[in-house]
């Protein structure tokens, strides 16, 4: 996927991803997270579909890639299902929720593709940020919780053809865009506990 540099003007409900809102506290614990975007200029919206991790990177329209190894002793998978991408943290730096020692932290790659590091390993790619993530809630608009990176801009970009709604699309962060992305906003939802033991 080639990425441009653009100087172009997100739509004001999508800039405001970029910059610190107005803000109260965010709630304490686990959470999942959706996209939010807006049709302006497009029919393509999406209102809070599910952010989730397949193959190391962040979608939506594609199922979570939950692994749970079966030949680990006293290991019961039926408390794992993977069902859904559960985060936490978000004040500073962000990881998977889940019950793999170690955890799985996530970053931005050098390419600005959201990405999460491998199980039982913590090590970061050359050009890897993992900080500056943060939740907070929004005075306006029924007060969602957002999650932001400071400075930076949220993208979503298709892969593959087929109904705009329903194709993957891949998550991005950085003031850049490629051909055929749109900015995007990303709120966060309270969950419960840990739904995977890695991804």
């Given at each position: ?21 107005r ?11 959706g ?99 943060a ?16 400075g ?35 709120r ?12």
């Amino acid at each position: 996927m080639k990425l441009i540099t653009s100087s172009f003007a997100f739509p004001l409900a999508v800039a405001t991803a970029a910059v610190a809102p107005r803000s109260g506290p965010a709630p304490p614990g686990p959470w999942t997270a959706g996209v939010w975007k807006i049709a302006q200029g497009t029919d393509i919206f999406f209102f809070g579909t599910a952010i989730n991790a397949n193959g190391g990177k962040f979608w939506i329209n594609r199922e979570p890639s939950a692994e749970c190894p079966s030949d680990v002793e006293g290991l019961d998978c039926s408390a794992y299902p993977g069902s859904e991408t559960v985060f936490t943290g978000g004040n500073g730096t962000l990881s998977l929720n889940v019950a793999v020692p170690g955890g799985q932290q996530v970053y931005i790659a050098e390419d600005g593709s959201l990405s999460y590091t491998v199980p039982h390993s913590g090590a970061l790619p050359d050009g890897a940020v993992a900080t500056g993530f943060a939740r907070s809630r929004s005075e306006a608009f029924g007060a969602p919780v957002g999650l932001y990176n400071t400075g930076r801009y949220w993208s979503i970009c298709p892969v593959g053809e087929g109904e705009p709604r329903e194709i993957p699309y891949q998550l991005f962060i950085g003031d850049f865009k490629s051909d055929g992305c749109y900015g995007t906003e990303v709120r966060t939802y309270s969950a419960d506990g840990v739904s995977a033991w890695e991804y």
